[in-house]
C-alpha cells in the first residue's frame, strides 16, 4: 500500500506538471497558477514519503502489508533532499560572506555594497535581510534619476522578500528537477518575479527611466556573463531569464497594465491542502 501511494503521488506530480499555464498578459493569472504548479508536485511527493516513514516498515494499512522497499525508497527520498537543502545553504553562506567583503557606500540615500567592475550590475543578495549590491560601473553609467529607478526595482525586491522565498523555490526545483517542465516553470516564475518588481517600482517612479535603465542594463549583461551570482539566493535588476523575454518585461513596464498579484488565498490554500492529503492516510496504518 505504501508503494502504491508513492506511485500515486509520482503521477499526480507528472500530471500537475504537464498542465497548460496561462499565457498572454494576464500576468496575475500566470503568477498564482505558475506557483501553484511549481509548487505542489514536490510538497506532494515530500507530504507522501514524510508519511510512509511516519508509518513505518512494519504493520498493515487498508489490509495490505507494509514493506521495507517503500520504507526504504521514502528514507532515500528525504535523505537527497536534506542533502541539497544543506548544500544550497553553504552555496548561499559562502555567496553573503564574499558580498560582506564589499566596501559599502551611500548610493542615492540607500546604503549598498559596491562591486568593483565596469559594467552596470544591481542585485539584492542574501536571505531574508538581504543586502544591496550596485557595481562601480553603473553608478558611472547612469544618472541619479535612472539610478533611483534601479534601487526602486531593488527595493521591490526586499519588500517581498525574493531572495528568501526563491532560496526555498529553488530547493524544490533542484529536488524535483526530472519532473516535466521543471526548468521552464522555473524561468517563468523568474521572468514574473522580475515584472513584479518592476511593477512595484513603476508606482513609485517613471516606468519610463526604468525601462531604459534595464535596457543599459541587459545590454551591458549580455556582454559580460563573467559575473553569475546564482538565482537561488540573488534577484538581480537583469536576471538570467531568457534574453528574448527582455521585451516583455519593458512591454509590461510601458502598457502599465496592473501587475502586482493580489494575495489569492485560493491558491496557496489549495497547495498546502492537496500536499497534505498523504498525511491523512497515517491513522489507517496499524
Not at 498572454?24 to 507530504?47: D, E, I
Not at 514493506?67 to 553553504?90: E, R
Not at 517613471?206 to 534577484?235: G, R
Request: aromatic share 14%.
Amino acid at each position: 500500500m505504501h508503494f502504491f501511494m508513492i506511485l500515486t503521488a509520482l503521477a499526480l506530480a507528472v500530471i500537475l506538471r504537464l498542465l497548460k499555464l496561462p499565457i498572454g498578459k494576464n500576468w496575475r493569472q500566470r503568477w498564482h497558477r505558475s506557483l501553484f504548479v511549481f509548487l505542489l508536485p514536490p510538497l506532494l511527493l515530500l507530504m507522501t514519503v514524510s508519511s510512509i516513514l511516519c508509518m513505518g516498515p512494519q504493520g498493515h494499512m487498508l489490509g495490505l502489508q507494509a514493506s521495507w522497499l517503500s520504507y526504504l525508497l521514502a528514507g532515500f527520498f528525504v535523505g537527497i533532499a536534506i542533502i541539497l537543502l544543506l548544500k544550497l545553504t553553504y552555496l548561499g553562506y559562502l555567496c553573503e560572506r564574499q558580498v560582506r567583503e564589499y566596501s559599502q557606500q551611500l548610493v542615492a540615500g540607500k546604503m549598498a555594497r559596491i562591486l568593483e567592475i565596469d559594467f552596470p550590475y544591481s542585485a539584492q543578495i542574501g536571505f531574508w535581510h538581504s543586502e544591496l549590491v550596485v557595481s562601480r560601473g553603473l553608478l558611472n553609467s547612469l544618472d541619479r534619476e535612472h539610478l533611483k529607478a534601479v534601487l526602486a526595482h531593488e527595493q521591490a525586491h526586499y519588500y517581498y522578500r525574493d531572495t528568501f522565498y526563491f532560496f526555498w523555490l529553488s530547493w524544490l526545483r533542484s529536488l524535483t528537477a526530472w519532473l516535466p517542465n521543471t526548468d521552464t516553470l522555473w524561468q517563468e516564475l523568474l521572468l514574473l518575479r522580475e515584472m513584479r518588481a518592476d511593477a512595484w517600482a513603476a508606482e513609485r517612479i517613471d516606468a519610463l527611466l526604468l525601462a531604459e535603465s534595464l535596457v543599459i542594463v541587459a545590454k551591458n549583461a549580455i556582454e559580460s556573463d563573467d559575473l553569475n551570482f546564482s538565482d537561488d539566493f540573488c534577484a538581480a535588476l537583469s536576471c538570467s531569464v531568457p534574453r528574448d523575454r527582455l521585451a516583455e518585461r519593458i512591454d509590461a513596464l510601458l502598457s502599465q497594465p496592473n501587475l502586482l498579484p493580489s494575495s489569492s488565498y485560493y491558491w496557496y490554500l489549495s497547495s498546502i491542502f492537496f500536499a497534505l492529503l498523504p498525511l491523512t492516510m497515517v491513522p489507517f496504518h496499524y
